[in-house]
């Protein structure tokens, strides 16, 4: 409660800032709440022409992660709210959804059309109605330096995990670093690991969100994960494109917004294999880290809010957001042939976007995955043994989900 009230006061502030209700002689205003960096800076390439023709100023908060959930969560007890566009991650939903933050976009004229990929817009709709529109198309991918798969590849593509693997030792053996991860944080451990256990056949819940870590695909992953990272280590995202791109290490699990193909010459990436074995059944093993686009229910200007909505959703504006750095998860955009020409890496990216998962939809998914990650951890560092291990996590979760 006290944080609540903490945050409430921190969005009276910006409301102050903001000028809170329209004066008489100026234009009105369309407040947006966006997460910070690429994501924020491809919408404020795309607002000058929105406003001239509506003859109205959109104010941008760009925040921190953290800070963009609580901030609109907690917006959300007032009557007129302090935004009219906010991003939004796919692991707050299910908490927005019960906590009625955002609005039916389908009742104000929004919709889901057939040139956005499917699976980006499953987490959208909930209990049958559209809360969000998917804008900017994170995904994991498969990162690899090219100019060492050169030398010590055979060739072929990478069409599961047993070649990473394969890449990996033959990388070491060239004197090289193999696999690199991400081991600063519990979620980004746990993120990294998904694609792996995606491909064993293995997930971190069931259909009706009980946890199933304690499983023989969840073990067999986890070992064969861990054998990918001995031929590394773990560092945190500068490092991991730094060493990728300069050849100390071979491959890593990425994600497209990393990548700069006019900075990082020997750097690609593919889209991550569903399948551990050549020949054996494929799963779909990318992880979706899509930021997608809301009104809040208590928008002052919900009507207005959802023109501009539809404005940034458009194909043709979502074609012009990706010189500056977007990721639009429509067709028309990633099999553009132009586009293609620019950004020939859009063809993996399309594979990863249309064979993503989507993490958990369930309110305790921050606690979830500090738990299950923080267990990994110290499986990973070998101060707890592998069925141990997640004998253990599988009880903490279970506890957990039925609080």
């Known amino acids: 409660m006290i944080k609540r009230i903490i945050c409430l006061l921190l969005t009276g502030v910006i409301l102050l800032t903001a000028g809170g209700c329209t004066e008489k002689g100026r234009k009105e205003k369309l407040v947006l709440a966006l997460r910070s960096g690429i994501y924020a800076d491809i919408i404020k390439q795309c607002l000058p022409e929105f406003e001239e023709t509506h003859g109205i100023t959109c104010e941008l908060y760009e925040l921190s992660e953290n800070d963009l959930r609580s901030y609109v969560l907690n917006d959300s007890v007032l009557k007129n709210g302090s935004y009219d566009l906010c991003m939004v991650d796919g692991s707050w939903v299910a908490e927005y959804v019960d906590e009625s933050v955002l609005a039916d976009l389908g009742a104000l ?7 956005i990929i499917p699976a980006t817009a499953g987490i959208c ?12 198309g994170n995904v994991t991918v498969m990162m690899y330096n090219s100019e060492l798969a050169e030398k010590v590849r ?21 004197g090289k670093g193999g696999f690199v991860y991400r081991g600063d944080t519990e979620n980004n451990v ?15 819940v069931d259909k009706d969100n009980n946890p199933t870590v304690n499983t023989q695909e969840f ?19 500068e490092e991991l494109i730094n060493g990728i791109e300069n050849g100390e290490y071979a491959v890593a699990i990425g994600w497209p917004g990393w990548y700069d193909p006019s900075r990082h010459k020997n750097l690609d990436y593919v889209s991550i294999p569903g399948k551990v074995s050549e020949g054996e059944k494929g799963y779909n093993s990318n992880i979706y880290g899509i930021w997608t686009l809301g009104i809040p ?30 990721v639009p998860c429509r067709y028309s955009s990633l099999r553009d042939p132009e586009i293609l020409k620019e950004e020939p890496h859009f063809e993996a990216l399309l594979t990863a976007l249309e064979n993503g998962v989507y993490r958990p939809v369930m309110r305790e998914w921050p606690r979830f995955y500090t738990i299950l990650g923080d ?19 599988q009880t903490a979760l279970e506890a957990l989900v039925n609080e």
Do not use: H
């Open 109 to 115: 004229g929004c919709t889901i059309d057939d040139d």
């Open 125 to 136: 709709i909930q209990n049958g109605r559209t809360y969000l529109m998917p804008y900017y």
């Open 154 to 174: 055979t060739g072929r593509a990478f069409g599961s995990f047993e070649d990473v693997a394969d890449f990996c030792k033959k990388a070491v053996a060239s």
């Open 190 to 204: 746990l993120v990294d690991f998904m694609p792996v256990l995606c491909a064993f056949g293995g997930w971190v």
């Open 219 to 237: 073990a067999e992953a986890l070992r064969f994960y861990m054998g990918m990272i001995s031929t590394g280590r773990a560092c945190g995202k």
């Open 297 to 326: 229910k208590n928008s002052p200007n919900k009507q207005l809010a959802c023109e501009l909505l539809k404005y940034l959703m458009d194909p043709e504006v979502q074609k012009a957001t990706v010189p500056y750095g977007g």
């Open 375 to 393: 267990m990994m951890k110290k499986i990973i560092n070998g101060e707890e043994k592998p069925e141990e291990g997640l004998m253990l996590a």
